[in-house]
């Protein structure tokens, strides 16, 4: 028989695969690590449960909501956010509020005050890159003094080579909240004006981390009928007039009659013959620390600019669910970006000082015995890499992989888009009622699953992700 094939069981390919067998249809997935979940994985260590940095759920789409409720019921928290910022040896909640300007150094605050009553910073005619973009929106001194510090040990390029489009999807995705606008400096100052912030919420699972949806979405494909193969990878894919024919793995082939993909896009367009896309993916080292009593601050999740601390981002999982540590006790994700195959991918232990340093100057744990154990785990392509000609890039092997009518592209990595969980569930969504419109003969159970996904994404609706580049 010839099976809907999904290779990737992040976010995206579990959606995808569980609208797909509650429609009737025979699906597989393919997932290369040894669970489920992708991007949206979670470690445990005995009565610790670390994610993959910050996860949650949130979106005003209904589909998002009802398909939660389907899945997990009412075992989920509904939580506030705390986010903050480490800027100038200061935490600063985030979005920004009045309280900041007085922990600014003067110097600081006058030049960016400046740069508001000012002109916009002048940049090059045309510029797409990051480094003008912020220029314009944001002024000088914060782009010298954080933008551009954190975008360029986080993506391992230079502002000036990294397209506009991650400045723009990079502060929604930071913001969230689509009544808090964070586009300008103007409205960073407007924002932080305002005396009583947006009180946004977020639903999470109540125990074992966000892993613990995802696991449950895996547990009803596979009792409606479906399959999923953990620790495999596509070894080849078989072609013939028609598009993609086969999916062969070490130990089995697959009739293919769709094929989603969600991993690497140079992986695919290697398998398939086609000239090798110059599109990179960035990977990150993570430090899990285990503490035996919370931590000093308890945001959910803290960005940090300055290129010498080794991390980007912390998160506290217990600010996310008491649930994911023991009684008492604490724990902070560490997330360090790095290229698969470098010296700190190969060898993440030899860090492990600079962590401990770091953690302490930024007075995120209060002296080194808190500090129980320390777990190393690797991301590989963690997120896309915007370079300054990436549209361009993409765009041409959009149109080389269009000559497979029956392969389809989903997910942060498969579409090769900076985006959350939700608009990757957003994604599988309009994919899936892509696939069942397109059906010939569907079964009762296919037509109920269509009229369901009409009334969410109904025909023409445009995809839920930004007008870059498009397969």
Not at 11 to 16: K, P
Not at 52 to 57: D, L, W
Not at 101 to 127: C, M, N, Q, V, Y
Not at 369 to 392: C, T
């Amino acid at each position: 028989m010839k099976r809907y094939v999904v290779v990737g069981a992040g976010a995206a390919g579990l959606t995808l695969a569980y609208l797909l067998t509650k429609a009737g249809l025979p699906v597989t997935v393919i997932e290369k690590e040894s669970e489920v979940g992708g991007l949206a994985r979670t470690f445990h260590y005995d009565e610790w449960h670390f994610d993959i940095g910050p996860h949650r759920f949130y979106s005003p789409n209904p589909v998002v909501g009802n398909f939660l409720s389907e899945v997990m019921g009412d075992d989920f928290l509904e939580i506030s956010r705390s986010s903050a910022v480490h800027f100038m040896g200061h935490y600063h909640s985030w979005p920004l509020r009045l309280e900041t300007l007085p922990k600014l150094p003067l110097g600081i605050a006058l030049r960016a005050g400046l740069d508001l009553l000012g002109k916009a910073a002048r940049t090059s005619e045309g510029s797409v890159s990051f480094e003008d973009y912020v220029l314009r929106r944001y002024g000088r001194t914060l782009y010298q003094t954080f933008f551009r510090d954190y975008t360029e040990k986080f993506l391992g390029i230079s502002a000036s080579k990294t397209h506009q489009n991650w400045a723009k999807v990079g502060v929604e995705r930071a913001t969230i909240d689509e009544k808090v606008n964070t586009a300008s400096l103007a409205e960073i100052f407007k924002l932080m004006l305002i005396p009583k912030p947006s009180d946004l919420k977020f639903l999470y699972p109540e125990r074992e981390g966000v892993h613990a949806f995802w696991k449950r979405c895996a547990e009803k494909i596979l009792s409606a009928g479906g399959e999923i193969l953990t620790g495999k990878t596509p070894q080849r894919l078989e072609t013939d007039p028609e598009g993609l024919s086969h999916v062969v793995l070490d130990d089995r082939t697959l009739d293919c009659e769709v094929l989603a993909w969600s991993g690497p896009i140079p992986e695919l367009a290697r398998m398939l013959h086609l000239p090798a896309p110059n599109l990179g993916y960035r990977s990150h080292v993570v430090y899990n620390v285990l503490l035996n009593s919370p931590p000093v601050h308890d945001y959910q999740w803290c960005y940090f600019g300055a290129k010498d601390l080794v991390f980007s981002r912390l998160s506290n999982p217990a600010s996310f669910s008491p649930q994911t540590v023991p009684s008492g006790r604490g724990g902070l994700c560490l997330e360090i970006p790095c290229q698969e195959g470098d010296i700190l991918w190969e060898d993440p232990a030899r860090i492990r000082p600079q962590v401990l340093e770091d953690l302490l100057r930024v007075q995120a744990i209060r002296d080194q015995d808190q500090i129980l154990s320390m777990k190393v785990e690797r991301v590989r392509d963690a997120y896309p890499v915007y370079h300054v000609d990436y549209p361009e890039r993409l765009d041409q092997a959009f149109a080389d992989l269009q000559a497979f009518p029956n392969l389809h592209l989903l997910g942060r990595t498969g579409r090769f888009w900076y985006n959350n969980m939700d608009h990757s569930i957003e994604n599988a969504f309009a994919l899936a009622g892509e696939l069942l419109e397109g059906m010939t003969q569907a079964s009762d159970r296919a037509r109920q699953v269509r009229e369901e996904l009409l009334t969410v994404c109904p025909p023409g609706t445009p995809e839920p992700e930004p007008a870059v580049a498009r397969a």
